[in-house]
């Protein structure tokens, strides 16, 4: 459940990235409500995941899928660049992230 946990807290966190942004574009209290709501959840999934697994383990995935996210929803969200080597180096945190999985 631990994993699960962690995973669902980098996903929330890619969202609350993603509300960064919307809220740069559109000062709404939506977006902030929106934005808050999203890194709450981050954390609170992260600190429940962090009662079983390592904290290093935890936070380097949890960064790892964050960063992961926000640069591919960047990509198909907001026109950002999908040159080969950001792919690459995409592919390389989430290799890193499951060789953690795998070790831990």
Same mark, same amino acid.
């Given at each position: ?49 962090? !009662? ?8 380097? /995935?949890?960064?790892?899928?964050? %960063?992961?996210? *926000?640069?591919? &929803? ?5 026109? !950002? ?8 180096? /995409?592919?390389?945190?989430?290799? %890193?992230?499951? *060789?953690?999985? &795998?070790?831990?």
């Amino acid at each position: 459940m631990a994993w699960i946990s962690l995973i669902l807290a980098g996903m929330f966190e890619t969202f609350g990235v993603i509300m960064i942004n919307r809220f740069h574009k559109d000062p709404k209290w939506q977006s902030i409500f929106l934005l808050i709501l999203g890194f709450g959840a981050s954390f609170i999934f992260l600190a429940y995941s962090m !009662e079983t697994l390592p904290m290093g383990t935890a936070y380097a /995935i949890w960064t790892g899928i964050g %960063a992961s996210g *926000g640069a591919i &929803l960047g990509m198909i969200l907001y026109d !950002e660049s999908k040159d080969w080597r950001r792919l690459v180096f /995409i592919g390389m945190v989430l290799s %890193a992230a499951i *060789g953690l999985k &795998l070790v831990s």
